[in-house]
């Protein structure tokens, strides 16, 4: 069982920064898919981007050139740097997590964070 645990969601203005953390309980967190999803009020959970055990990184295209994922293996953290918000990047945030995966599909990862609250403001 994996414990996955994220940290630095808030409130930001229309193009501020954040950074979001997501910290596995895992000893052989290097070895794992680490994705980050989020869900907006009344929408479907989506997928926002992906870095493989060998740091081949995805990244959804409402979010390409503004994200930047990365992974720290020394501290089991995958990292989600979010510059240029917009008021549409406003959602709970997810980390997941797995051996293997569809990096796009929510599904074909087992472990889940509570999520971490981001709100982008006009």
């Known amino acids: 069982q994996v414990t996955l645990v994220e940290y630095g969601g808030g409130l930001v203005q229309t193009g501020g920064s954040l950074r979001l953390s997501c910290t596995a309980s895992?000893?052989?967190?290097?070895?794992?898919?680490m994705g980050w999803f989020r869900q907006a009020p009344g929408k479907e959970r989506e997928f926002v981007a992906a870095?493989?055990?060998?740091?081949?990184?995805w990244y959804a295209d409402a979010v390409k050139g503004r994200f930047t994922i990365s992974r720290d293996n020394a501290e089991n953290t995958v990292y989600l740097q979010m510059t240029r918000l917009k008021p549409e990047d406003t959602a709970v945030y997810y980390c997941?997590?797995?051996?293997?995966?569809?990096?796009?599909?929510?599904?074909?990862?087992?472990?889940w964070g509570r999520g971490t609250q981001v709100t982008v403001s006009s």
């Open positions: 870095v493989s055990w060998n740091e081949d990184i």
């Open positions: 895992e000893r052989t967190f290097s070895h794992y898919y």
């Open positions: 997941a997590a797995d051996l293997a995966a569809t990096y796009y599909n929510g599904a074909s990862y087992r472990y």
